[in-house]
Nanobody
């Protein structure tokens, strides 16, 4: 099982970014994919911010509610997290996660920095 995030970067407050998570080594289309973020100064705490299941049903949580869209392209084994109206508090490393055969798998993360 492998997950690879991409799409992070430096963006100004109010801007947008779309993160991608590409999966391989498992039946990607059959699993719910979760997005977490780990903010600086928060230790190792990873906060759930969105998920999308195999049918495309999705939700955003907490700070990203109303400012994000989660989608997936099963033909590309990929999930996307589009974030809008970004704030400095959105600065974090963003990870995608799946739970397969009884264990969690994580990507390496992608850094999002919101700053002017």
């Amino acid at each position: 099982v492998q997950l690879v995030e991409s799409g992070g970067g430096l963006v100004q407050p109010g801007g947008s970014l779309t993160l991608s998570c590409a999966g391989s080594g498992f039946a990607f289309n059959s699993y719910t994919v979760y997005w977490y973020r780990q903010a600086p100064g928060k230790g190792k705490e990873r906060k759930l911010v969105a998920h999308i299941n195999s049918f495309g049903s999705n939700a955003a949580y907490a700070d990203l509610t109303g400012r994000s869209t989660v989608s997936r392209d099963n033909a590309r084994n990929s999930v996307y997290l589009q974030m809008n109206s970004l704030k400095p508090d959105d600065t974090a490393v963003y990870y995608c996660n799946v739970y397969v055969a009884g264990r969690d798998y994580w990507g390496q993360g992608t850094q999002v920095t919101v700053s002017s």
